[in-house]
């Protein structure tokens, strides 16, 4: 990774991932028109899946998901966990707002919702891949930076949240190693519950929460072999799928609570 700025540079190198395994030369023809609103030179590399050492030499990755896919999740994460210390696009349609939802918990930095012939989607795109490579800057070490308010506003409680949410995806790997059944500490049936209650008190939001996901995982995984990181990152996405539908529900929970206080709807229409 060099120390190269794209918000300055003449140029902007993109990899646009398409794990649909089809040629999408409208998206990548988007990207590449980009250059002429912002007048940069746009280099687009197309790829199905995230490629470590090729990712280390571009500046933004866009992950296409408008197409479907059987796992599209997972291939953002893949390209969150190989390479964290890059910004990430993805590309959604419009009629799958919960895929949307659930690409900014899992570590997007920005989604652009499309629909077929949406006459502002080249405005909307060009914005949010000016606002990535403006703002998202690589830090030292290749880690990338953590973007929610939590870890500016509260740097020890996310580092306690980090250490307690690294626990819980440590003990479920010991688990499914065996090792709690020799003594070692198992993962407990609520810290995961407790976790998303202490983010819940402190309105954080599901940035901060990708931010604690991310963050752990690059703790665990330093030091260890290939196969160790493959389990960890294993258990570390069923620790977030579960941890992101406790927030929800808590979110929920307290809407509805809320709105019923206040007299807005009442059970049934709230349900």
């Known amino acids: 990774m060099d120390d190269r700025n794209p918000a300055v540079a003449g140029s902007w190198r993109l990899a646009l991932i398409d794990p649909s395994s089809q040629e999408h030369a409208p998206t990548r023809e988007q990207l590449e028109t980009l250059g002429a609103l912002a007048g940069r030179v746009v280099e687009t590399q197309v790829w199905t899946s995230p490629e470590p050492d090729r990712l280390a030499l571009v500046d933004l990755a866009v992950v296409d998901l408008t197409q479907p896919h059987e796992a599209p999740i997972e291939v953002l994460l893949d390209t969150v966990t190989v390479a964290p210390h890059l910004p ?44 990535l490579l403006r703002v998202s800057r690589p830090v030292p070490g290749g880690r990338r930076a953590t973007t929610g308010a939590l870890a500016r506003a509260n740097p020890e409680v996310f580092g306690t949240l980090v250490h307690r949410y690294a626990q819980e995806v440590q003990a479920r790997v010991d688990l499914r190693r065996g090792a709690a059944t020799e003594g070692m500490k198992g993962p407990r049936r609520d810290g995961l519950a407790a976790i998303s209650a202490v983010l819940v008190e402190l309105e954080a939001g599901p940035r901060d929460l990708t931010d604690v996901h991310i963050v752990a995982l690059r703790s665990l995984c330093r030091d260890t072999s290939a196969t160790a990181q493959r389990q960890l990152v294993h258990d570390a996405r069923l620790a977030l799928v579960e941890t992101m539908g406790r927030l929800a529900g808590r979110y929920r929970s307290k809407a509805l609570y809320s709105r019923r206080e206040s007299g807005e709807a009442d059970d049934g229409a709230l349900a």
């Open 88 to 131: 990430v696009l993805v590309i959604v349609l419009r009629t799958d707002p919960d895929l949307a939802s659930r690409c900014l918990v899992a570590g997007a930095h920005a989604v652009v919702r499309t629909s077929a012939g949406d006459p502002n989607y080249p405005s909307t795109l060009l914005s949010a891949v000016q606002d």
